[in-house]
């Protein structure tokens, strides 16, 4: 389930708010009421779709806090005015709401549109933040809001998961898949002891230019580098999803996969060290249930993370023990943990000697080798077994990347050969 959608309205194109009754999703504007209808469209289709806090406008949203529905009455004017139940708020308006600071939250968003103390429109505004301070009945964590990415290092890695299982076990809601508390707690346990992998920057380079055309793998135990893990590339591996980070599980017949992107240095730095703290690194983008032998493409949301392991499995990489600092093992320590395991995955350097002189191949008859790399589509085998050889099992041979590594990368995962190889030396096109 993609957690990261977002609708506008196609008339003023602001973000609206999302209100599910039962099985029926409403959109409305955000914070009042518009001369208009709603029209709403997926955010992705407008055009620079306004999505910032509610009550200042100034930053990005990071919660969406609920409230009764707020609605003023002018007396004077007879007129109703009809706000919202859903506010999403900003990091530093949140600040000042989780404060009870009325005060500090009008003073911060008037200042921002310059309206003076004692103002009619300030004193209303600050009517309408009394209404959400009090009124408030719950928030949830936006995992909407399009954060710039951060980059991850290996030495960040266990603080980045302790922060993931910190949000899994806040008070604070999370998207629905995820927000069950059972779950949450054995989600946050079961990371609490996870391997950590973090992919270095050439193999990214490689899994970036081989997954958009990866053919389809079975996701199943001889797969996976370990039953559960937690798989961190420097920089986001996928465009519009920006996915970052995932971590699988073992679940019912299968794994509980869970993408993330990451949240970069997008505060003010006063405020950095606090969100780093409540939220941290990681936000949830795309949860899914994936059975056992199912089966991933390169067009997944998840891609990146089935061929950086299908590299891992055709032993293009090896994964060796990161040396963390000495900071981070003593804090274990002291509370009492186990060191945290965490690998860097690297391409594995290559077992000829490349780069040393080689004589020349003799002339002659040589067979003609690809002159780029490609997949080979998986396929299953089935193998006899038992007594007699009566029985069958399924054995699942995995897509291969094939070619020497220093060869082009070819994007296609098939290869056709046209005209005559013994006379043009082989053209080769892309199967459409
Ligand atoms: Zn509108
Ligand atoms: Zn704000």
């Known amino acids: 389930m993609n957690l990261t959608t977002r609708m506008a ?15 029926q999703v409403e959109y409305r504007h955000p914070v009042v009421e518009a001369p208009h209808e709603v029209v709403p469209v997926d ?22 806090y609920r409230t009764g529905l707020i609605q003023f009455l002018a007396l004077e004017a007879g007129i109703l005015r009809t706000y919202n139940d859903h506010w999403h708020v900003c990091y ?48 949830t964590l936006l995992t909407t809001t399009t954060w710039p990415a951060a980059r991850i290092t290996v030495e960040m890695l266990p603080k980045v998961r302790d922060r993931l299982t910190g949000l899994l076990r806040c008070a604070a809601d999370l998207p629905e898949p995820l927000n069950n508390p059972g779950q949450r707690q054995t989600l946050a346990s079961q990371l609490d002891l996870i391997p950590m992998y973090w992919i270095n920057e050439e193999f990214t380079r490689r899994v970036k230019a081989h997954s958009a055309d990866q053919p389809p793998a079975r996701i199943t135990d001889e797969l996976l ?63 899914e249930h994936v059975p056992n032998r199912a089966a991933l493409d390169g067009s997944h ?13 055709q032993q293009m990489a090896e994964s060796v023990p990161a040396t963390l ?12 943990r186990p060191a945290p395991d965490v690998r860097i995955v690297q391409i594995k350097p290559r077992s000829d000697t490349s780069g ?24 299953e085998r089935q193998q006899a077994h038992g007594p007699g050889w009566s029985l069958h099992k399924t054995i699942d041979i995995e897509p291969f990347l094939k070619g020497d590594e220093d060869l082009p990368i070819k994007l296609s995962s098939t290869v056709r050969v046209l005209g005559n190889p013994k006379r043009d030396g082989g053209t080769r096109s892309r199967e459409q």
């Open 9 to 23: 309205c196609a008339t003023c194109r602001r973000v609206l708010t999302e209100h599910r009754h039962r099985d």
């Open 43 to 64: 955010a992705g289709h407008v055009r620079r779709p306004f999505d910032r806090c509610h009550t200042c406008t100034d930053d990005l949203p990071v919660w969406n």
């Open 92 to 139: 530093r308006c949140a600040q000042h709401i989780e404060a009870n600071d009325i005060d500090a939250l009008t003073a911060r968003c008037a200042g921002i549109v310059g309206w003076q103390a004692g103002s009619d429109e300030y004193t209303q505004l600050d009517l309408l933040y009394r209404g959400i301070v009090f009124g408030r009945e719950g928030r």
């Open 225 to 287: 580098p370990a039953q559960a893990g937690l798989l961190a590339w420097p920089g986001p591996v996928s465009g519009t999803g920006q996915l970052a980070a995932v971590s699988w599980t073992p679940g019912s017949d299968g794994w509980q996969l869970i993408g993330y992107r990451s949240i970069g240095s997008a505060l003010d730095d006063d405020l950095m060290p606090a969100l780093r703290h409540e939220i941290g690194w990681l936000l949830p983008i795309h949860a």
């Open 301 to 313: 949301p998840l891609g990146p993370l089935v061929t950086t392991w299908l590299l891992i499995k």
């Open 325 to 336: 600092p000495k900071g981070t093992t003593k804090a274990y320590q002291r509370s009492q």
């Open 356 to 379: 040393t002189w080689k004589p020349e191949a003799p002339t002659g008859r040589t067979r003609a080798k690809p002159d780029h790399r490609y997949w080979v589509s998986g396929h």
